[in-house]
């Protein structure tokens, strides 16, 4: 049977490797739609490529270079941010692969999950802000959510060796990113480069950065609490640097199911487009007696408060999700464009939860004003800390 999909976000690190994994998956698996925010040159080629039906940039300023770039084409061009929505509820689009990054996906993904879709997602902010919704809808409208996130993928994988009421804990690993060993002091001095040279992975640099706090790994905590419908007291974090182990689930029994691999999102990418069933991959294949010793440890959650942040907030749910990963977001942007330190991302998410009052029992609606709140909350928090460093200096 012919699968066909839409991949939301098909330009970046998720969205390039998901086409590597469909080239070799062969003709069983159809483009149907392809987006990109504002790299038109990149999803030009793609579309001569590809040939889907459908090409979106969602900063409609690139819809005309678009045009140029497709002009002997047949497809069809779409630009804005809707243009997401309209994709992921194309009739003949089967699997919705959610790849762009941040909280803008979550129209998109809440509309696939409306209209009963099999779900890949690797844009986990989404889940983060309103997964118990996502979660629901994709239920009640006969939809599959498939995890992206390698953690989750392996979950998912080890899951499946027992009853969901037969699961005791799941342990979450992390690489523990550039920073493992750093002191709180090291912490404060950290630079771009250093921040976006993930020692295992490479990724966009939203997520690297992320991962170089630990947000990351926080918000997965969030993530897997609404993937699972697992109660926070269930999830564990445990560093293993060498990011082979992908993630654990233990039974009650004491049985430890994991799933392991090489680092390579090639391989968790694939299973959410052919699950349930497992096919030869372009993923590299894993050699233990090459990696010889795997590790594990407690993560430091002194030096890494973000983690701590990320188990208070999903304990709280409501809109504290909503502003933690708002606030983020814009401080990484912030970070990224070089007007704050490293030190600050986490600071000022601190500092919009510290002033937010948070709503339990919300709407989407309410979701949304929270993360509106708390990004003109973080950005008021970036103008005092360049006018005080100002002062400082
Ligand atoms: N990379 C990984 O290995 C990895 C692993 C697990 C989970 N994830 C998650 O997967 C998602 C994508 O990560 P990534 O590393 O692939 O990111 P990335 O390389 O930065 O790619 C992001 C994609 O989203 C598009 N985009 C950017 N801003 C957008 C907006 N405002 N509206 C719509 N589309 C937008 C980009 O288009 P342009 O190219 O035109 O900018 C690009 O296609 C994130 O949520 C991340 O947390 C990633």
Redesign the pocket.
């Not at 939301?8 to 490797?17: H, M, V």
């Not at 987006?35 to 038109?40: E, G, I, P, R, T």
């Not at 959610?98 to 941040?102: D, E, I, L």
């Given at each position: 049977m012919v699968r066909h999909i839409a991949i939301?976000?098909?330009?970046?690190?998720?969205?390039?490797?998901a086409l590597r994994v469909i080239d070799a998956l062969g003709p069983q698996y159809q483009i149907v739609a392809l987006?990109?925010?504002?790299?038109?040159e990149?999803?030009a080629a793609q579309a001569r490529r590809y040939k889907p039906e459908f090409v979106a940039?969602?900063?409609a300023d690139?819809a005309e270079q678009l045009a140029e770039l497709v002009s002997d084409l047949d497809v069809e061009i779409l630009a804005g941010?809707d243009a997401?929505i309209e994709i992921a509820q194309l009739q003949e689009v089967d699997i919705v692969l959610?790849?762009?990054?941040?909280a803008?996906?979550l129209p998109a993904v809440l509309a696939a999950a409306r209209c009963g879709k099999q779900l890949a997602i690797?844009?986990?902010?989404p889940f983060v802000i309103a997964g118990e919704l996502l979660r629901k809808e994709a239920k009640e409208n006969g939809g599959t959510i498939l995890p992206?996130?390698?953690e989750h993928s392996a979950i998912f994988q080890a899951m499946q060796s027992g009853r969901r009421e037969e699961v005791n804990k799941i342990i979450l690993t992390a690489s523990g990113g550039p920073f493992r060993r750093a002191s709180a002091e090291d912490i404060r001095n950290v630079t771009l480069e250093q921040a976006l040279s993930h020692p295992v992975?490479?990724?966009?640099?939203?997520?690297?950065v992320?991962s170089a706090t630990m947000m990351?790994k926080a918000?997965e905590i969030i993530e897997a609490r609404w993937l699972f419908d697992m109660p926070v007291e269930k999830i564990q974090v445990l560093i293993h640097p060498e990011s082979i182990v992908h993630s654990l689930v233990e039974f009650v029994d004491g049985s430890v199911i994991a799933q392991l691999g090489t680092p390579d999102?090639c391989l968790?990418i694939q299973y959410a487009l052919t699950y349930p069933a497992r096919v030869a991959g372009i993923a590299k294949h894993l050699r233990l007696e090459e990696i010889r010793k795997l590790t594990f440890e407690r993560p430091d959650l002194e030096t890494f408060r973000a983690l701590s942040l990320g188990y208070e907030v999903a304990r709280t749910g409501g809109t504290a999700a909503a502003v933690f990963n708002a606030a983020n977001e814009a401080a990484v942007q912030e970070f990224l464009a070089g007007r704050i330190k490293f030190v600050n991302i986490v600071e000022l998410v601190e500092h919009c939860l510290s002033k937010h009052d948070v709503k339990t029992n919300v709407s989407l609606e309410e979701l949304l004003e929270a993360d509106a709140w708390a990004r003109r909350e973080a950005r008021a928090g970036v103008k005092c800390k360049v006018k005080n460093a100002k002062g400082n200096s």
């Open positions: 939301l976000g098909s330009t970046g690190s998720i969205g390039r490797n987006s990109a925010h504002s790299n038109a990149l999803l940039v969602t900063n690139y941010p997401l959610t790849a762009v990054v941040g803008a996906g690797a844009n986990k902010e992206v996130d390698s992975w490479d990724m966009g640099p939203k997520i690297t992320d990351n918000f999102m968790p």
